[in-house]
T-cell receptor
Framework: SQQGEEDPQALSIQEGENATMNCSYK?????LQWYRQNSGRGLVHLIL?????REKHSGRLRVTLDTSKKSSSLLITASRAADTASYFC??????????FGPGTRLSVLP | NAGVTQTPKFRVLKTGQSMTLLCAQD?????MYWYRQDPGMGLRLIHY???????AKGEVPDGYNVSRLKKQNFLLGLESAAPSQTSVYFC??????????FGPGTRLTVL
């Protein structure tokens, strides 16, 4: 299936450091999205990047997309304890739905 | 504007019992989705709908049925619950195939 695969599975950093997580996929995509899930909550949309875009920013978030390598990265700069959550990439491969990866669990230590 | 709401928040069933999960959205979105999330895993799509009166199977549809009689509501039914259906169920809606808006989830335990 066209599941996105996030890497690493888990990441632990100190407050103030940057966090980088990656998503790889297998076939062509329409767009790729990143979502955050706090413990016990639903997912919240962070950012969408289309197949013809290479980089997008939103506040402390920076997303890149390399369609030749079939990969995307999410960078969170100057992390805060409140950034502790699971992060998922979701692939839109021109279908009517999305395919989510298993996620990266980020822990930001104070 | 409540966004996406799910009813109930928690439920415990015995094997073989049936139940219906309700998802409601007040954003006039065309697309609605039901996912399940198991520990340490991402979301797996159960069924989805691209408009009122339409439904389609997702990745893991077996054991579930859905209905979208009204645009704002998407119901997920379990006719004969099994322990393998113990999971957290999330509903989502979207205006197009872009951003999805998620509900808070329903935690279901099947004994």
């Amino acid at each position: 299936s066209q599941q996105g695969e996030e890497d690493p599975q888990a990441l632990s950093i100190q407050e103030g450091e940057n966090a980088t997580m990656n998503c790889s996929y297998k076939t062509s995509i329409n767009n790729l999205q990143w979502y955050r899930q706090n413990s016990g909550r639903g997912l919240v949309h962070l950012i969408l990047i289309r197949s013809n875009e290479r980089e997008k920013h939103s506040g402390r978030l920076r997303v890149t997309l390399d369609t030749s390598k079939k990969s995307s990265s999410l960078l969170i700069t100057a992390s805060r304890a409140a950034d502790t959550a699971s992060y998922f990439c979701a692939i839109d491969n021109y279908g009517q739905n999305f395919v989510f990866g298993p996620g990266t669990r980020l822990s930001v230590l104070p | 504007n409540a966004g996406v709401t799910q009813t109930p928040k928690f439920r415990v069933l015995k094997t073989g019992q049936s139940m219906t999960l309700l998802c409601a959205q007040d954003m006039n979105h065309e697309y609605m989705y039901w996912y399940r999330q198991d520990p340490g895993m991402g979301l797996r799509l159960i069924h989805y709908s691209v408009g009122e009166g339409t439904t389609a199977k997702g990745e893991v549809p077996d054991g579930y049925n859905v209905s979208r009689l009204k645009k704002q509501n998407f119901l997920l039914g379990l006719e004969s619950a099994a322990p393998s259906q113990t999971s957290v169920y999330f509903c989502a809606s979207s205006p197009t195939t872009d951003t999805q808006y998620f509900g808070p989830g329903t935690r279901l335990t099947v004994l």
